[in-house]
Nanobody, 124 residues
Framework: QVQLVESGGGLVQAGGSLRLSCTAS????????MAWFRQAPGKEREFVAA????????KYPSSVQGRFTISRDNAKNTVYLQMGSVKPEDTAIYYC?????????????????WGQGTQVTVSS
């Protein structure tokens, strides 16, 4: 497993932008598919974005497609989530996750390493 630490959360106005970062420990970061999930109060954890090991393949649900962008820098052991045109319904704790696999999946069970989460609050 890999240790993950998220940062960059905070309060943002609707329509604004925010960039989340997730830094991984160890020297095998490029071996992991990386993803972001989120969980709002009283709701289940929801898939937000995933990126392949090389960064060449990305996956998003329709709820964030066109507004959010996932990227990674393997030299810095870091994955990013650029959030744009944010909405109040984007308010949640955002979690970084890693999977030692080739498939770029959206299922919670595919990922075996998780960060502690970072709070994102979007005001209307």
């Amino acid at each position: 497993q890999v240790q993950l630490v998220e940062s960059g959360g905070g309060l943002v106005q609707a329509g604004g932008s925010l960039r989340l970062s997730c830094t991984a420990s160890g020297r095998t970061f490029e071996s992991y598919v990386m993803a972001w999930f989120r969980q709002a109060p009283g709701k289940e954890r929801e898939f937000v974005a995933a990126i392949s090991r090389s960064g060449g393949m990305k996956k998003y649900p329709s709820s964030v497609q066109g507004r959010f962008t996932i990227s990674r820098d393997n030299a810095k052991n870091t994955v990013y989530l650029q959030m744009g045109s944010v909405k109040p319904e984007d308010t949640a704790i955002y979690y970084c996750a890693a999977a030692r696999t080739q498939a770029v999946g959206s299922e919670f069970a595919n990922y075996d390493s998780w960060g502690q989460g970072t709070q994102v609050t979007v005001s209307s």
